[in-house]
């Protein structure tokens, strides 16, 4: 009976051969993420219930989650505590994946598909923050009108003006419903990929174990029961920041911490707010098409990962330069 219910659903179609590195925690911090993805949907999905995104009531709203609705803290602090982990996971992915090089031919288009995904993780961080709708989240979303105004035609799609709809609430509609379309045909495109080019091979070389894939899920879902464990000790512990109603014309906060590289550059150039995550996302986006070295030994991509390290460091740098500088005045 077991059986039949294994062949019917295709169960048995998971037994083929992996080689053992896959198994090993860096290979295995994009499958983290994609779990703590999950953790991130279905708490959202739950929020969703019980938050208004009109003007009026959206930050009362979040204050009814977490003071009254049933575990609604709870529920919230998972939601924010899984963004804060998969922040982690999918940089230590991206760094891992760079390292190996992984990236390189004929994996090209699985890493195009991991930094649409990186693009659209910010996507989700920035309207959720917009959506708390307290002095954060209404200056972030100045920010975004500021910068929509700058690029003229294009920014206008973005604009409040674009449309008579309430932009908290088109916000609301991308984070809900846009993003995680989105996300979720990127991430089938990135793992069908994954499963047609099969797991990198190790760059230090040489023969290696082969184990059945049934480990790597299992592997997985150890890992994920982990991450779970982790978030919710957090959830337990650190309440997210939910400031009151917002004041109009005023710069006094900061962006969360994974977006304060940014805030550092806007310091010191406020048009950097525009130009700076297309200089971060265009050599992402190119670098294995124009990485002609196709070597994937660490010693011998010494150029490679020189410029890995100087940009990490400066990212480093920003982030912290941004917790110690003081909130400043940005916007004209
Ligand atoms: C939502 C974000 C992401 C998810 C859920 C995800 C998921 C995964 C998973 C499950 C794997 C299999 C191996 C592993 O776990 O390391 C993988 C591999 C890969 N990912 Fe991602 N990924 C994400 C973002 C990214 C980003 C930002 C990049 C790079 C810019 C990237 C590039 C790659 C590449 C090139 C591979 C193939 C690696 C290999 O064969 O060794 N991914 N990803």
Known sequence: ???????????????????????????????????????????????????????????????????????????????????????????????????????????EFTWLSGVLLLSLAGGFIFTGTVLKWDQEGYEAL?????????????????????????????????????LPILTIFLLSVHVFLIKIHRISPLPSGGEERMVDFTSHIRQLIKYGLFTLLIISIFAL???????????????????PWMFLWLYSLENIWVYSLIFAPFIIFTPLILLPFFDRNSSIKLGERKTAIAVFIIIFLIMIGLIINGMITSAGHHMG
Do not use: C
Request: hydrophobic letters at 45%; charged letters at 15%; glycine letters at 8%.
């Open 142 to 178: 100045h920010h975004h009108l500021w910068a929509m105004e700058k690029l003229g035609a294009i920014g206008n799609i973005f604009s409040s003006e674009f449309s008579r709809v309430n932009i908290l609430g088109r916000f609301y509609t991308l984070h809900i419903s846009i």
């Open 237 to 255: 512990i650190i309440e997210p920041s939910l400031g009151g109603e917002p004041v109009e014309g005023i710069e006094v906060t900061k962006p």
């Open 1 to 107: 009976m077991v059986d039949k219910f294994k062949e019917s659903l295709g169960i048995n179609s998971f037994h083929y051969q992996i080689p053992s590195h896959a198994n090993k925690i860096p290979y295995t911090l994009g499958g983290i993420t994609l779990i703590s993805l999950v953790i991130l949907f279905i708490s959202g999905f739950i929020l969703t219930q019980f938050y208004n995104p009109a003007v009026s009531d959206a930050n009362k709203s979040i204050s009814y989650i977490k003071d009254e609705v049933y575990l609604g803290w709870f529920i919230r602090g998972i939601h924010y505590w899984a963004v804060q982990i998969i922040t982690v996971t999918v940089s230590l992915h991206l760094i891992r994946v760079f390292l190996t090089a992984s990236y390189k031919k004929p994996r």
